[in-house]
């Protein structure tokens, strides 16, 4: 095998933005991301729904014309 060619393995601290944080092995010292297995729905049981520019109460508008 060849020599010094795989990037070196420092210790890595990943924090999520809900505040979670964890230490593992990495290429990069420290991570940043924007949901875990702490806050992400499928592992909470919770759902939130995370509204972008209105989408979901114009969906909701949308349907509830069909409802009438």
Known sequence: ?????HPTNVPC??????????????????MRVDVCS???PFFTGEQRIVDTAGRV?????RYAKREQ
């Open 13 to 30: 601290v990943i924090a999520c933005s809900c505040g979670a944080r964890w230490e593992t092995t990495s290429t990069k010292a420290e």
């Open 38 to 40: 702490a806050c992400h």
């Open 57 to 61: 109460e114009r969906f909701r508008r």
């Open 1 to 5: 095998m060849k020599t010094d060619i």
